[in-house]
């Protein structure tokens, strides 16, 4: 029997189609301009991220990854110094403190599914330099309490903000306790470029300046070469886009917010799931909904019955978290965070998907239980 509906886990095609003429303007007016490399659109660009965020100072750089990597060389990682990192990450986390020269060192999770401040307090050591938070699926750690235990352990914070432009907590946008953080501009994020593309946001100038040279080939603001550094450039025609994308993007966040009001609405009493935080449901947190990612039981059977039905789920990093990548080198186990992994799953979450659609993916998830 053919599906009664079609609801991608994303839709990439649309991520242009649904801009085409406004887009064509933006090539347009960037090829006729030649501006390329380091022009107006991204010094644009980076200071409407800096006064987005609150943060002081916002450098493009060509991905979050290197955003990541960048950060932790401009605080000087040495070899063998440790940072306390999530399991319940992208790989992409774990991989910034190992190529920037440290050793991650991954931990449980707490209630949050984020990364449990008791276990990263267990996890220092005399090694220890810095916690790598990540605020994953566009909510925010309990900021408070890391930062607490960063200040009393002098540890240096980096945030893996990739998945949370936006979100808050007690009203302070993720990316700005700590030193400094990363924010991912990929295809899929609620703020997505036509491509690659990343930011990196701090209070600090000294961070900012050597963010700076390390990203443009050891050249400071004024051009002058300071340091060895590299290329990993956020390209003027992908900062052109965001800057129109990034003036519409309260709207995006609240359909995101609407489409979980909706989730909740319909799942949220199914004693086979655990969803994540309504929008609103703790005044503390302000969430994007980067993804809207649950745990089910029989959750691969859930995942075939959806599939089958024309709907697309995503199990995030190919249903592994950091630590069992035991090829590259960890030997720890976490419990908690390999339950997590055997019953998480991303239902549709974008700006594609309309009511209907919503309704028909709750209706599915319902008609799965009740067999
Ligand atoms: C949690 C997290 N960290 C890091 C990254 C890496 O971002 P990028 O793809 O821009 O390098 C991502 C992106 O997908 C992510 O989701």
């Known amino acids: 029997m053919p599906c009664l509906r079609n609801v991608p886990f994303f839709n990439y095609p649309r991520a242009y189609l649904d ?11 960037v090829g ?18 800096a006064a987005y965020t609150g943060a002081k100072y916002a450098v493009g750089v060509a ?17 063998g110094d440790e940072v306390i990192c999530c399991s319940h990450t992208m790989l992409a986390t774990a991989a910034s403190i190992k ?38 699926n566009g909510h925010t750690c309990n900021m408070d309490r890391i930062m607490a235990i960063a200040k009393r352990h002098g540890l240096f ?67 002058d070469i300071k340091s060895w550094g590299r290329n990993s450039r956020l390209d003027n025609l992908q900062a052109a886009i965001l800057n ?5 993007y309260d709207k995006i966040v609240s359909r995101r917010r609407a489409i979980a009001s909706m989730y909740q609405e319909r799942l949220g009493s199914m004693e086979e799931l655990q969803l994540p935080p309504a929008p609103n449901a703790d005044p503390d947190h302000f969430d994007i909904y980067q993804n809207y990612e649950l745990q089910a039981d029989r959750r691969d059977n ?12 995503l199990i995030q990093w190919g249903g592994k978290a950091v630590h069992q990548w035991e090829r590259l080198g960890f030997t720890v186990k976490l419990p908690k965070v390999e339950r ?6 991303m239902l549709p979450m974008n700006m594609f998907i309309n009511d209907e659609d919503v309704h028909y993916v709750c209706d599915q998830v319902q008609a799965f239980y009740r067999k």
């Open 340 to 345: 997590f992994f055997e019953r998480c799953i």
């Open 99 to 136: 190529t920037a020269g440290g050793v991650p060192v991954p931990v449980e999770l707490g209630e949050d599914n984020l990364i449990d401040p008791d276990a990263v307090e267990a996890a220092i050591n005399p090694r220890t330099v810095g916690i790598m938070p990540t605020q994953l």
């Open 157 to 223: 914070v980096v945030e893996d903000a990739a998945q949370a432009l936006g979100s808050r907590f007690k009203g302070k946008h993720a990316g700005t306790f700590g030193q400094a953080a990363a924010i991912s501009f990929f295809p899929a994020k609620v703020l997505g470029c036509l491509g690659d593309g990343g930011g990196v946001i701090t209070n600090d100038y000294g961070i900012f300046d050597k963010v700076y040279q390390l990203h443009d080939h050891g050249r400071d603001v004024n051009g």
């Open 244 to 248: 129109h994308r990034l003036a519409n």
């Open 63 to 79: 991905n979050a990854t290197d955003g990541l990597e960048l950060a932790w060389m401009a605080l000087g990682l040495r070899p």
């Open 19 to 29: 801009e085409r003429e406004e887009l064509l303007r933006i090539f347009e007016d």
């Open 302 to 313: 859930l995942k075939e019955h959806l599939r089958v039905n024309g709907i697309g789920t």
């Open 32 to 49: 006729q301009r030649g501006a390329f490399i380091m022009q107006k659109d991204l010094r644009d660009f980076e200071n409407a991220l």
